[in-house]
């Protein structure tokens, strides 16, 4: 089977990423440290919270140059979650750090000014995403729902980078990729079978 590694940064919620992949029967690791990485066939990056303290927290965890070898140069597929999506980009509205750049893109605050009665921030709970072009990523996935929670949104810089999309006050990229280079807005690991499918696509492609 696959083996999938966990970027572990002191950031994201590792231990309900473990849990699927065991039910999986798919083989997944934890990397803190470079050495860790070398053996990685596919990468999650998990992220909570801010733009800024999650790259601090990455900068400092001794794991930015080697996640740069493996992503950028030996192209592993790398699937960043949530703030882990955002840091891929060049920077964020929500802080003053530069992003890891592995895409052109950048990280909007919502305009509020764009929403009704029924929307608010944070962006909390249960959403609709919508796949625009077929992509294994989304593979035997139905109607998908997922959860969200963030007050930011990531922009990529050529609208080909877009998987799918969520509409929130106005539509947004809620997953992208560009060659080896996945995220989601969403978090799948809180988003029961649909979450758990979605995983397994990653670690299988």
């Not at 083996?3 to 990397?31: C, D, K, Q, W």
């Not at 992503?71 to 955002?86: A, D, R, T």
């Not at 840091?87 to 909007?108: D, F, N, R, T, Y």
Request: aromatic fraction near 10%; charged fraction near 15%.
């Amino acid at each position: 089977m696959p083996s999938v590694t966990l970027i572990n940064y002191g950031m994201g919620n590792i231990p309900a990423f473990i849990n699927i992949y065991h039910r999986l029967n798919i083989t997944v690791e934890v990397a803190s440290c470079p050495a860790q990485l070398l053996r990685s066939k596919k990468i999650i990056m998990p992220g909570v919270g801010s733009f800024d303290w999650a790259m601090t927290r990455l900068n400092d965890s001794g794991l930015r140059e080697a996640l740069d070898e493996m992503v950028m140069k030996q192209q592993i597929p790398v699937l960043g979650i949530c703030v882990g999506m955002q840091m891929m980009a060049k920077g964020s509205e929500e802080g003053c750090l530069q992003g890891l750049g592995w895409i052109e893109a950048k990280v909007k605050r919502f305009d509020q000014a764009a929403f009704t009665s029924q929307t608010h921030l944070p962006h909390m709970g249960w959403n609709d995403v919508m796949p625009v072009r077929d992509n294994p990523l989304f593979a035997s996935i139905t109607a998908p729902m997922f959860y969200f929670l963030h007050s930011y949104y990531f922009v990529p810089g050529h609208a080909s980078q877009t998987l799918a999309t969520t509409q929130y006050g106005d539509e947004f990229t809620s997953a992208m990729s560009n060659g080896n280079v996945y995220g989601v807005q969403f978090h799948p690991e809180k988003s029961h079978n649909w979450g758990i499918q979605l995983l397994k696509n990653f670690a299988e492609m």
